[in-house]
């Protein structure tokens, strides 16, 4: 049978690498699995045992902690919630930066703050490692197809180690230093909260004034208001189809990070801030475990109109 394959880090770029993998959800799970499927060696952790005990099956070893995984692993990959759980990965007792030896690499997937990204590849560096942030676009259905969209920041050297393993969860860009990859992600999530508000909003304006919603999707899906998300989401709207592929209590987490970020940079961002109170509004009510697209649902209340086909 063959074996998978081992990494080790050259001058060059990646070679042969073990690959550690922390964070098993929605987006991780699928995710280390590619890289399983890909041949690579992946050692994982999570802190529900359900979804190692899969991984493990689809053939991962296991490890018991954070600093375990970092011990035996080359490159160490983070898919976590925000900033607080990255921080207590890395730094909390028997994380990371325990088991972290110089040359080794983290690559932290999650999306958190860019000053919280570059405070720890700081923390990384002085243990003589080296981090890049990669946050990722396109939810659940493209971590399982591994067509995501990477962001990377950090030092391109680095990035060009590493990049083998990443082009195999998606597409991956490079963007600048550390901090870069999740500012860039924040810009992401900033248009395309707008953007599905505004989807929204129209296919709200279309019902309300008489015109059937699917028939002016369709009318102007092929011109420059057409999007991607107008092509994923307005069919969601249309069906009340708002089972997950990017939750909105995540999204709104995102935005938290977008306005903080913004606050401490003092720019102003308006259409932002509107659309976070409107999935405020939608938490309130109790569909936080919702996709995002059920901003449709919002303007449905606040226009007392059904947009379901």
Same mark, same amino acid.
């Not at 802190?47 to 954070?66: C, I, K, N, W």
């Not at 000053?115 to 990384?124: H, K, P, Y």
């Not at 971590?143 to 991956?172: H, N, P, Q």
């Not at 306005?259 to 109170?277: A, D, G």
């Given at each position: 049978?063959?074996?998978?394959?081992?990494?080790?880090?050259?001058?060059?770029?990646?070679?042969?690498?073990?690959?550690?993998?922390?964070?098993?959800?929605?987006?991780?799970?699928?995710?280390?699995?590619?890289?399983?499927?890909?041949?690579?060696?992946?050692?994982?952790?999570?802190?529900?045992?359900?979804?190692?005990?899969?991984?493990?099956?689809?053939?991962?070893?296991?490890?018991?902690?954070?600093? #375990?995984?970092?011990?035996?692993?080359?490159?160490?990959?983070?898919?976590?919630?925000?900033?607080?759980?990255?921080?207590?990965? @890395?730094?909390?007792?028997?994380?990371?930066?325990?088991?972290?030896?110089?040359?080794?690499?983290?690559?932290?997937?999650?999306?958190?703050?860019?000053?919280?990204?570059?405070?720890?590849?700081?923390?990384?560096?002085?243990?003589?490692?080296?981090? @890049?942030?990669?946050?990722?676009?396109?939810?659940?259905?493209?971590?399982?197809?591994?067509?995501?969209?990477?962001?990377?920041?950090?030092?391109?050297?680095?990035?060009?180690?590493?990049?083998?393993?990443?082009?195999?969860?998606?597409?991956?860009?490079?963007?600048?230093?550390?901090?870069a990859g999740q500012v860039t992600k924040l810009v992401n999530q900033t248009i395309v909260a707008v953007n599905i508000a505004a989807v929204a909003e129209g296919m709200a304006f279309a019902k309300?004034?008489?015109?059937?919603?699917?028939?002016?999707?369709?009318?102007?899906?092929?011109?420059?208001?057409?999007?991607?998300?107008?092509?994923?989401?307005?069919?969601? +709207?249309?069906?009340?189809?708002?089972?997950?592929?990017?939750?909105?209590?995540?999204?709104?987490?995102?935005?938290?990070?977008?306005?903080?970020?913004?606050?401490?940079?003092?720019?102003?961002?308006?259409?932002?801030?509107?659309? +976070?109170?409107?999935?405020?509004?939608?938490?309130?009510?109790?569909?936080?475990?919702?996709?995002?697209?059920?901003?449709?649902?919002?303007?449905?209340?606040?226009? #007392?109109?059904?947009?379901?086909?």
């Open positions: 049978m063959r074996q998978p394959e081992s990494f080790f880090l050259s001058g060059k770029g990646a070679t042969f690498m073990k690959i550690g993998f922390i964070g098993l959800g929605i987006m991780g799970k699928p995710m280390a699995k590619n890289l399983l499927k890909a041949g690579k060696s992946v050692v994982v952790f999570d802190v529900a045992r359900a979804p190692v005990e899969e991984v493990v099956r689809a053939g991962a070893e296991a490890a018991v902690s954070p600093k #375990d995984v970092a011990v035996g692993t080359d490159v160490i990959i983070t898919m976590l919630p925000n900033s607080p759980h990255v921080r207590d990965v @890395l730094c909390g007792t028997n994380g990371v930066l325990e088991g972290l030896s110089a040359g080794k690499i983290v690559v932290d997937m999650s999306s958190i703050a860019p000053i919280a990204a570059r405070e720890m590849c700081a923390l990384v560096r002085e243990k003589g490692g080296e981090m @890049l942030d990669a946050p990722v676009s396109g939810g659940q259905e493209k971590a399982e197809k591994g067509t995501l969209a990477i962001m990377v920041g950090g030092a391109e050297s680095v990035y060009g180690k590493v990049r083998e393993i990443l082009d195999l969860l998606g597409k991956s860009t490079y963007v600048g230093e550390s901090g309300k004034a008489g015109v059937d919603p699917e028939r002016v999707f369709n009318a102007i899906r092929g011109g420059l208001a057409g999007s991607q998300c107008m092509e994923d989401k307005a069919p969601r +709207m249309l069906e009340e189809r708002y089972n997950p592929g990017f939750r909105i209590t995540l999204h709104v987490k995102d935005l938290n990070n977008v306005l903080e970020t913004s606050r401490n940079l003092h720019i102003s961002m308006p259409l932002t801030s509107q659309v +976070m109170e409107m999935m405020q509004n939608l938490m309130a009510r109790g569909c936080e475990g919702m996709d995002h697209g059920a901003l449709g649902k919002f303007y449905e209340l606040l226009n #007392d109109v059904s947009l379901k086909k």
